[in-house]
């Protein structure tokens, strides 16, 4: 396996289908005497969701078809 000059590899993907390695899934590298691991992170700690700091926060009370109709300029 070839390194990029970004210093990226390919996971091949039988590893990728066996481990349920997807483009949502967090892995971290780390080496032990000499041999470089890669591991999945199972719950990555600080890791929130962009918007969840705004969950609930909303005052507005509209429907999902007032916003709707208000973000197309019906309104």
């Known amino acids: 396996m070839r390194v990029t000059s970004k210093g990226q590899v390919t996971i091949p993907l039988a590893l990728r289908e066996k481990y349920g390695i997807n483009e949502n899934v967090e892995v971290e590298f780390f080496d032990d005497k000499g041999?470089?691991?890669?591991?999945?992170?199972?719950?990555?700690?600080?890791k929130q969701n962009r918007?969840?700091?705004f969950r609930g926060i909303a005052t507005v009370k509209m429907s999902t078809d007032d916003i709707m109709a208000l973000t197309r300029g019906e309104r």
């Open 51 to 53: 918007f969840e700091k």
């Open 35 to 46: 041999k470089i691991y890669i591991e999945i992170i199972k719950n990555p700690e600080n």
